[in-house]
């Protein structure tokens, strides 16, 4: 089983978007019994919180299920627990390392690093433009799964 964790600062936005998009893509391809797929926070701010009204919007209006989240912060045993550790921005990438120590199995990514426009994925909490964080995520799930595929992780 190939375990996937994204994460955020907050767990209500951009993870929690990327969890349910991925979980999405990998259905439709009949992949579901191959993944464990979950979201996390750096931080303790939204800890126990639901997904953001804005990334739930987004996820009806794209016709992508969901299903009830709280938003928990990961923790330093989630780095053996997981395969893929996939931040959304770089400062995610620092403060997951913070938690977990080092990436002696080289297990953390950036999302937007698996596209061909590696980038940081902006924090719709603050721009408010769910719409270009979904295009964001959409992009980098599609060149994660692509990168599974050619590495022959997935059959």
Partial sequence: ??????VCLGNICRSPMAE?????????????????????????????NDMHYGTKDKLDEVGIPYTDHKARRIEKQDYEKYDYIIGMEESNLRNILRIVGKDK???????????????DIADPWYTGNFTVTYQDI?????????????????K
């Fill in 20 to 48: 349910y998009v991925f979980k999405d893509m990998i259905k439709k391809k009949g992949l579901e019994k191959q993944f464990y797929i979950a979201s996390a926070a750096t931080s303790y701010e939204e800890i126990g």
């Fill in 138 to 154: 959409v992009e980098g799930c599609t060149g994660f799964l692509d990168y599974l595929e050619k590495e022959n992780i997935i």
């Fill in 105 to 119: 199995d080289k297990k953390l990514y950036k999302l937007l690093d698996f596209s061909k426009n590696p980038r």
């Fill in 1 to 6: 089983m190939i375990k996937v964790l994204f």
